[in-house]
């Protein structure tokens, strides 16, 4: 053979020789067979006979082994060529990588050569990954060089496949990093169209992920050209060309690609690292020139303002310096660690370096000299500004000393001199503020000899200004003082006649008083306006050696002040005047108010005591008769001691009119007046004694009487009420209370017996009321007799009480029975639950005994009811009726006893109902979590455990419908009943069923996105299993290799039409997922989530055969029979898995 397919050809052949020539045996053996029979059948010729079948067996064997020899040169020619085909492929890979890895593109920029390196990188995995192939391709060639004796010639090299073009058809923009972004007519390299949605291709070096229906493939030109008469090759190739120097030379090229991938992967690292800082010197360099244009200008501003601001841009600007002097050293570490590592630029590195310094170094020296400019600037025009703010300081306190207001009054001159000696205090601050200019004036001068005219100039202008400042404060000051004394003379000397005014008026302007108050408060009002005219007399005097001392002085207003003091003087001794001739007035009215006085008090005691005997009263009652005689002997005392009043009022009298008072002729009358009405009350005294003595004598007999009667009436409430009726301590006190109190009437019939007697007394005596005392003393009489009848009937009934007591006692004993039964049978407690309602049911079967057993007391109480009636009881219609009542509750008692027995029978029935209804409820409940569960399964597997547990749960509900269907049925026969509780157990059943109906709705629905989510996944599982197929049979149509030579193109050939018949066969797997596709999307209500740009593998699965429990916290704990996403598999002994989330 020639070649591989020539070598398969061969094989073929041989086999089918191998074949006949088995089959061919059988006859050789009957051939030899027959001779040997013939020969020891003695044959004629059976000499001939064995030396012919002995020739004929040697041949055959020589046969066979001619045969294995040619099957094992064949089988070694087989592999020979076989290695050939893999080299050919394994060179023209390398071919197409020796390519990419020597290409002397490093980038043109940063990013450039950023992309370059990723894209190398990739290569590079490509190449070790090769290695395997490179591995296998020895054993391959160790293994032909040992079975192979003669070495064939090499195949001809492979010729290069061609890669698909496709056309961009329309613009698109990549969205996400794994996209490109292409241009309408763009030609573009084909890389992968396994994804029917999204192609992979390359653009410029750059790969990525653009839309299917935005391009379209290119046609490749025909193969024809292409094909190489392989037999001619082989011809002519060397016959020296083992198959170990083939591999030697596979192993060399290998090792060289190798060798320049890591070597263009350090120039690619290289020119990343110098593109990057060429960036990075070149940003600087931009900004250090920007800031040089601004440092080299000479401006430093005009004024004060304008300074500051370009001082803080200096300042901003030493940030930005300190700022970018770390990334300037940032840069020179980048590039001596460049040098260092011996870059192939580091010449030019280093020049960079350098001139960045330079420049750097240069900027700095820019920026000290203007910061040294702006600050020497900065103190100038601060001084200037200090200056121009003092001038303008010193201008408003010219202004204000060069006023000519100096006051009309004392309070505007005393505002105008306190204002001036703030201002001569701001002088005072402001003299320290010119010295402080002048001596940093010479400092300036000192620093900065550019500016020293300037700074002269304003230095003598503020000491000029300061000196007339001074001088006119001076001179205002004096002149306010002046203005100041005399405004205050004027003041004192109006305040004082204003005084003198006022008070004149004060004293002319008071009435003589009406009484002796009002008259004694004008004679100390007038002496302590006197008081006050002394008080005033240091004012006066001083006001008029202040005034003499201005005219002495030489004042300008020296005329004006002697008239002042003239004025003062005049009014002081008018004022004197006034006071001394007021001062007589006031003491005769002091007199006439004071007699005035006495007599008004005297005339009101009179009247008060005219009144007083003028009432008849002469008392109603003992306590006010005595009452009034006392008062009768105290108004005598009195009358007698006010004899001296009368007396010493005639005197004072007759002295007012001796003296010639004013208002003598009134005095006269008021005491004539006054005597009269002294001897009028003398006269009705004497008759009020008599009449209250006699008064006296009948107020004590209706004492006495009066007290006997209380006493009396007291004694029959006691007598006459009905504590009988009232069984409180019926036995004991109240009987020994009722012996005491009559003995104590016994005890108290003299004492009524002296009232009497005293009555008698009286009207015998000839008192002026004898009908009154009659009556009382009858009154008397009577109520003591009646008091005697009442005694003894109190007695009698307080014994038939005693027995009635008795009696209720035990009568309250069985109704406080009775309540408690009637309590305990109205009861509507039928209890909560089933024990409650046998608990209850023991308690009603122990009352249901107490009952029967209180039947003996009953008829014991209707025994002694009826004795009472015969005794003819005070009280016995209410004990007859008490004894019936009892006796109608206890009959009644049978009725609630026998219904409240059936209720809590009724009661246990509902009990029971509800226990059972309660617990399929539960049972329910329990199960609902499970059938509504929204857990559809994340793969194949676990949907298909997820329906295995369902179709449990199903069985479970299946089989306890039958629990279910019993509990309601015995909630409609009590329904049927007529059960109490009717309306809470159809309640509960309903309920009941409704749960179960949607248990089973639920279950259903469960069933069915279970089913559905089986068919979605397992469709997924299908389609992945396509995609895979396909993916396979991809690459092997897309395959570049169209044979080397006729039989290489004849075995490929056949082999396509094999992969043919494989993918048509493959369209009914194609239909059956679209029928499974177009069910899931109208069965599932959510729809199946889009697959990525390029297909991702699905990850592998393991099932848990054992319990594990988590020992440290890097493992994880299992259960038997969990399923798990296998995550890494590299170590034999531990994997890496995924249970719900946690790795």
């Not at 079948?53 to 041949?59: C, H, I, Y």
């Not at 573009?188 to 992979?200: C, F, G, Q």
């Not at 250090?288 to 841009?313: N, W």
């Not at 300037?454 to 000491?463: C, G, H, S």
Request: glycine residues 4%; charged residues 30%; negative net charge.
């Amino acid at each position: 053979g020639k070649d591989l397919i020539g070598v398969q050809n061969l094989i073929k052949k041989h086999q089918a020789l191998m074949s006949e020539i088995s089959s061919h045996e059988s006859f050789i053996t009957t051939v030899c067979a027959d001779g040997d029979l013939m020969i020891s059948q003695g044959h004629f010729g059976a000499a001939d006979i064995k030396k012919k079948t002995s020739m004929l067996s040697d041949k055959w064997e020589q046969l066979n082994e001619r045969v294995q020899e040619r099957k094992k040169d064949l089988d070694n020619a087989l592999q020979v060529h076989q290695y050939y085909a893999d080299a050919n492929e394994a060179e023209s890979w390398m071919k197409e990588k020796e390519a990419v890895v020597s290409s002397g593109d490093y980038g043109k920029d940063e990013d450039s050569a950023e992309a370059l390196l990723k894209k190398h990188e990739t290569v590079l995995t490509d190449i070790e990954t090769f290695s395997t192939t490179i591995t296998s391709l020895a054993e391959s060639c160790k293994s032909s060089e040992s079975n192979d004796s003669q070495p064939l010639p090499p195949p001809p090299p492979p010729s290069q496949p061609q890669q698909a073009l496709v056309k961009v058809l329309y613009t698109y923009t990549a969205r996400t990093p794994r996209e490109i972004s292409v241009q309408k007519g763009d030609v573009l390299t084909l890389l992968n169209s396994a994804n029917n949605e999204w192609w992979k291709v390359e653009l410029d070096g750059q790969q990525g992920y653009v839309p299917a229906s935005y391009m379209k493939k290119m046609e490749l030109p025909t193969r024809k050209d292409s094909i190489v008469n392989t037999s001619a090759l082989l011809m002519s190739a060397p016959l020296q060309d083992t198959v170990q120097s083939r591999q030697l030379s596979i192993n060399s090229k290998y090792d060289h690609i190798q060798r320049m991938a890591k070597e263009r992967k350090q120039r690619l690292e290289e020119s990343k690292k110098k593109y990057k800082l060429m960036r990075e010197i070149n940003e600087l360099e931009h900004w250090i020139t920007d800031k040089e244009a601004l440092t080299a200008t000479e401006e430093v501003g005009k004024d004060l303002e304008h300074v500051q601001m370009q001082k803080k841009k200096s300042d901003d600007f030493e940030k930005d310096m300190a700022i970018n002097e770390a990334q300037l050293d940032k840069i020179c570490v980048m590039a001596n660690k460049l040098i260092e590592e011996e870059h192939s630029d580091a010449e030019q590195i280093h020049d960079m370096e350098e001139s960045l310094r330079q420049h750097w170094d240069n900027l700095v020296q820019l920026v000290e000299k203007k910061k040294k400019m702006l600050e020497g600037a900065f103190q100038v025009q601060k001084f200037v500004r200090a200056v121009d703010e003092t001038k303008s300081w010193m201008n408003e306190k010219d202004t204000a000393l060069m006023s000519d207001d100096y006051g009309r009054d004392l309070a505007s001159v005393q505002a105008l001199r306190r204002r001036h000696e703030g201002l001569e205090r701001e002088l005072a601050a402001l003299d320290d503020k010119v010295t402080s200019l002048g001596e940093e004036a010479v400092n300036l001068q000192k620093n900065h000899p550019e500016s020293t005219d300037q700074i002269a100039a304003k230095q003598a202008e503020i000491v000029g200004l300061w000196e007339g400042v001074k001088h006119k404060a001076s001179k205002r000051g004096t002149r306010l003082d002046d203005a100041l004394k005399f405004q205050k003379f004027l003041a004192d000397q109006r305040e004082l006649l204003s005084w003198v005014s006022d008070m004149k008026t004060l004293i002319s302007a008071d009435e003589l008083a009406k009484d002796v108050a009002g008259a004694e408060a004008l004679q100390q009002r007038h002496r302590e306006r006197k008081g006050e005219i002394d008080a005033q007399e240091d004012n006066f005097k001083m006001t008029a050696l202040f005034g003499q001392g201005l005219i002495s002085s030489g004042h300008y207003a020296s005329e004006e002040v002697k008239e002042c003091l003239q004025a003062l003087s005049n009014g002081r001794s008018s004022l004197v005047g006034s006071w001394e001739s007021r001062k007589v007035e006031f003491e005769q009215c002091m007199e006439f108010q004071v007699f005035m006085r006495d007599t008004e008090q005297t005339n009101n005691w009179v009247t008060k005591q005219e009144a007083v005997l003028a009432m008849e009263d002469i008392g109603d009652s003992l306590d006010t008769t005595e009452a009034l005689l006392k008062k009768q002997e105290d108004f005598e005392k009195t009358m007698a001691a006010q004899e001296e009043k009368f007396k010493a009022l005639d005197e004072a009298a007759t002295r007012l009119i001796q003296a010639g008072n004013y208002a003598k002729d009134e005095v006269d009358a008021r005491r004539l007046e006054i005597l009269a009405s002294r001897n009028n009350l003398t006269l009705h005294m004497q008759k009020k004694r008599a009449d209250l003595e006699e008064a006296h004598l009948l107020q004590q007999f209706l004492r006495d009487a009066e007290e006997a009667r209380g006493w009396i009436t007291e004694k029959m409430k006691i007598a006459g009420d009905e504590a009988y009726k009232d069984p409180t301590n019926l036995e004991g006190r109240k009987v020994q209370q009722q012996q005491a109190f009559e003995g104590e009437l016994l005890a108290n019939k003299g004492r009524i017996d002296a009232v009497v007697e005293s009555a008698r007394e009286l009207v015998q005596s000839g008192h002026h009321s004898p009908e009154v005392i009659g009556a009382k003393a009858k009154e008397i009489g009577d109520l003591w007799a009646e008091l005697g009848v009442l005694s003894g009937d109190k007695g009698r009934k307080l014994k038939q009480a005693s027995e009635q007591q008795q009696y209720y006692r035990t009568v309250k004993d069985v109704d406080l029975w009775l309540d408690e039964v009637e309590k305990q049978l109205s009861t509507e407690d039928f209890g909560k639950d089933m024990s409650g309602v046998q608990l209850l049911q023991k308690k009603l079967n122990l009352l249901e005994t107490d009952i029967t057993v209180q039947q003996d007391q009953i008829d014991t109480l209707d025994r002694q009811a009826n004795q009472f009636v015969e005794e003819k009881h005070f009280d016995s219609e209410a004990i007859q009726m008490r004894q019936k009542e009892l006796g109608a509750r206890y009959e009644a008692l049978q009725i609630p006893l026998k219904s409240l027995k059936a209720k809590l029978e009724a009661s246990y029935q509902l009990q029971k109902f509800f226990r059972d209804v309660e617990d399929e409820e539960t049972w329910v409940k329990e199960k609902e979590p499970l059938a509504a569960s929204k857990n559809r399964g994340k793969d194949l597997i676990g949907v298909q455990n997820l329906i295995k547990k369902h179709q449990a749960l199903m069985s479970e509900i299946s089989s306890h419908e039958s629990f279910i269907t019993t509990v309601c049925a015995d909630g409609d026969l009590m329904i049927s009943q007529g059960h109490f509780g009717a309306a809470d157990i159809k309640k509960k059943t309903s309920m009941l069923s409704d749960k179960w109906e949607q248990l089973n709705e639920r279950v259903q629905e469960r069933k069915k996105d279970l089913d559905n989510a089986l068919q979605v996944h397992q469709y997924y599982a299908d389609a992945n299993e396509a995609e895979s197929w396909m993916k396979e049979k991809e690459a092997v149509v897309s395959s570049g290799d169209y044979g080397k030579d006729e039989d290489s193109a004849e075995a490929l050939l056949k082999k396509h039409e094999t992969v043919l018949t494989d993918i048509e066969t493959f369209s009914t797997t194609i239909t059956s997922l679209a029928e499974s596709c177009k069910s899931s999307e109208s069965n599932d209500s959510q729809p199946l989530p889009p697959p990525p740009p390029p297909s991702q593998p699905q990850q592998a699965l393991v099932k848990v055969l054992y319990t594990y429990t988590a020992r440290t916290p890097r493992e994880i704990s299992v259960q038997k029979g969990d399923v798990l996403t296998l995550l890494n598999s590299a170590n034999n002994e531990w994997w890496k898995v995924e249970l719900d989330g946690q790795q």
